[in-house]
């Protein structure tokens, strides 16, 4: 009997990306070790219980979409896909600061968006035919930006593309890749209603996303380091020979593979000539902790800001959760007057004007994602590498989508199907096969 190991992952980074891939691999009855320099896993979509506020926040708001297969794959595999929250119906609440106004956006059911002639459901104070502009985002090439296809004024503009671009891509429509937006616009909207419907985590990012991922991979007996950081990869002959931790080199048989699940400034840093996007661009997300409960128990309400600091506001029982995207020109500024500020905004959008701006906790991500510019999105590497036994995976990586949790998801299912063929090649076979 041959007595070689089975093939292993060493999967370096326990983000969204890393889990994704280990849940996929762990019920694939491959052996699984993560490496996380972190006490805890998530990434950027973790939760953790704040003293000031006394309660469980997250790091960041994450909106997702119905329409979002690889995120609605990856909750039914470690079953919570009743873990997130969203209207019954398909419904974008918004106010204008500004002008003081209320709306809401209701896409309708069906691939013809029948929906914008009913002047119920679109933006106020648009026509049906503005929307035609779609089609020229849609047939954008590599160098154009969102407004280089729909333009930068109107109503439209302001109310729907700027709003949209900004939430989807982290990014100003002037800057933002149209090639980018596409896939948002033909997954979601250009699917009708049942694909664009708003959902957010229930209770919490880790209770939804990351707590039951850990559950399925640990079944499986895989494991998972905490604080420990993977410093280096030593390479012979093209592979990965080793990983270099504080603790000393951990090393590799010839059928071991590792995907590096880490940020890509990490990857950069790891592999070496890796050519991946830049730094990356902030934002910054501010919770309340309200007076009284504003959304019932496992409920969450979403509501859309025009005009104003804050962007969209989430609100889950008495807790108040705040996004600003693209916060370039505001990362730098002091918590409390980020609090202060976006407070007028989320006292407007729920209705409590006049009301003491409660306890908060800013919490600035100064590289939430990559620019999602057209030069930078040029720079998303695939998964495989030149080196056989090392893949890549993150929302960085060439997805085909956003740097989303959706895109996140999307590259750990790539990076696990790659292992599991690399795997099935290199299986060790028993004297009685051979």
């Given at each position: 009997m041959n007595t070689a190991q089975p093939p292993h992952t060493h999967i370096i980074g326990a983000g969204l990306a890393g889990l994704a891939a280990g849940v996929r691999l762990a019920r694939q009855g491959v052996p699984v070790t993560l490496y996380e320099t972190s006490p805890r896993a998530g990434g950027r979509c973790r939760s953790y219980h704040d003293t000031q506020l006394d309660c469980v926040i997250d790091n960041g708001n994450h909106l997702m979409m119905s329409g979002n297969h690889a995120v609605m794959d990856y909750l039914a595999e470690i079953g919570a896909a009743d873990r997130l929250s969203g209207p019954a119906e398909t419904e974008f609440p918004f106010v204008d600061v500004e002008a003081r106004t209320r709306w809401s956006l209701k896409p309708g059911a069906g691939i013809f968006p029948w929906w914008i002639f009913d002047p119920t459901r679109r933006v106020p104070r648009t026509g049906p035919f503005e929307y035609m502009s779609v089609i020229r985002l849609l047939a954008a090439n590599a160098t154009d930006t969102v407004a280089d296809c729909i333009g930068s004024e109107g109503t439209l503009y302001r109310n729907f593309w700027e709003p949209l671009t900004v939430a989807a891509l982290n990014a100003d429509p002037k800057v933002a890749s149209a090639q980018l937006m596409r896939p948002v616009l033909t997954e979601t909207f250009l699917r009708g209603a049942n694909a664009c419907r708003p959902l957010v985590a229930r209770n919490?990012?880790?209770?939804?996303?990351?707590?039951p991922a850990l559950d399925v991979i640990k079944s499986a007996g895989a494991i998972i380091n905490f604080g420990c950081r993977v410093r280096s990869l030593a390479f012979k002959d093209n592979h990965v020979e080793s990983l270099v931790t504080d603790s000393g080199h951990i090393h590799l048989t010839e059928t071991d593979t590792v995907i590096c699940a880490v940020p890509a400034w990490t990857a950069t840093s790891l592999v070496p000539d890796l050519a991946a996007p830049g730094a990356g661009e902030p934002i910054v997300n501010v919770h309340y902790r309200l007076a009284r409960p504003l959304a019932d128990e496992g409920d969450v309400k979403i509501v859309g800001v025009i005009g104003g600091l804050a962007q969209w506001v989430f609100v889950r029982s008495d807790l108040a959760s705040v996004t600003i995207s693209a916060a370039a020109d505001v990362v730098d500024q002091t918590a409390e007057i980020?609090?202060?500020?976006?407070?007028?905004?989320?006292?407007?959008?729920?209705?409590?004007?006049?009301?003491?701006?409660?306890?908060?906790?800013?919490?600035?991500e100064r590289r939430a994602t990559f620019a999602q510019d057209p030069v930078s999105a040029g720079l998303r590497p695939k998964s495989a590498t030149k080196y056989p036994n090392l893949l890549l995976a993150g929302d960085w990586t060439a997805t085909g989508v956003p740097a989303t949790i959706e895109g996140a998801v999307r590259s750990g299912f790539r990076a696990a199907a790659l292992a599991l063929g690399r795997h099935r090649t290199s299986t060790p076979k028993t004297t009685e096969q051979q």
């Open positions: 919490s990012l880790a209770n939804t996303l990351i707590d980020i609090a202060a500020v976006c407070w007028k905004d989320v006292a407007l959008a729920l209705e409590l004007e006049g009301e003491p701006e409660p306890p908060s906790r800013v919490v600035k």
